[in-house]
T-cell receptor, first 109, second 115 residues
Framework: QKEVEQNSGPLSVPEGAIASLNCTYS??????FFWYRQYSGKSPELIMS????GDKEDGRFTAQLNKASQYVSLLIRDSQPSDSATYLC?????????FGKGTRLSVIA | GAGVSQSPSNKVTEKGKDVELRCDPI?????LYWYRQSLGQGLEFLIYFQGNSAPDKSGLPSDRFSAERTGGSVSTLTIQRTQQEDSAVYLC?????????????FGDGTRLSIL
């Protein structure tokens, strides 16, 4: 059974700090990896995608992928209170994406 | 361009009634997915349509749930004889192709409340 595991949190970080969100997956054949942000009462919103090993940066966000360790992470630099949300990791192959249950991030002003 | 559109945004109905939820995917997206999210929980996969292929119904929780997609575009999720445990947010997502390198884009969801 394909699984995506995330720490449910809450992860609390002070404003301006780096938030580090982690995700592991079980299907070694997975080919694409996504991070979604979900504000309370809202639908998930895509914020990052990554397909190959290494780092991918987009503004304050950096996604990191290590396929050998079956591990993907999201770093948020200079965290802001507006980053407070649940972050969902999603992993895919030629099937619907498999979503983790999400990590709740709280950025304290 | 327009995103995934879902209607209604909210639906309140009595236990035992049937409900229909609608999803209009992004134009040109061939893959369409339905998920359910209960309060404070993760996404529960329900059903997946890809082009003209037979849908993947493996996530439907009971035979009271069904879905169809007409003309490869709009999809309707039907719940018959609703129960209180059906109360949740029903999310629809679409994808440009059914392959792994494209992300899924979500609609705003339908919040279903069964009294």
């Amino acid at each position: 059974q394909k699984e995506v595991e995330q720490n449910s949190g809450p992860l609390s970080v002070p404003e301006g700090a780096i938030a580090s969100l982690n995700c592991t997956y079980s299907d070694r054949g997975s080919q694409s990896f996504f991070w979604y942000r979900q504000y309370s009462g809202k639908s998930p919103e895509l914020i990052m995608s990554i397909y190959s090993n290494g780092d991918k940066e987009d503004g304050r966000f950096t996604a990191q992928l290590n396929k050998a360790s079956q591990y993907v992470s999201l770093l948020i630099r200079d965290s802001q209170p507006s980053d407070s949300a649940t972050y969902l990791c999603a992993v895919g192959k030629n099937t619907p994406l498999v979503f983790g249950k999400g990590t709740r991030l709280s950025v304290i002003a | 361009g327009a995103g995934v559109s879902q209607s209604p945004s909210n639906k309140v109905t009595e236990k035992g009634k049937d409900v229909e939820l609608r999803c209009d995917p992004i134009s040109g997206h061939t893959a369409l997915y339905w998920y359910r999210q209960s309060l404070g929980q993760g996404l529960e996969f329900l059903i997946y349509f890809q082009g003209n292929s037979a849908p993947d119904k493996s996530g439907l929780p009971s035979d009271r749930f069904s879905a169809e997609r007409t003309g490869g575009s709009v999809s309707t999720l039907t719940i018959q004889r609703t129960q209180q445990e059906d109360s949740a947010v029903y999310l629809c997502a679409s994808r440009e192709q059914g392959f792994s390198n494209q992300p899924q884009h979500f609609g705003d969801g339908t919040r279903l409340s069964i009294l």
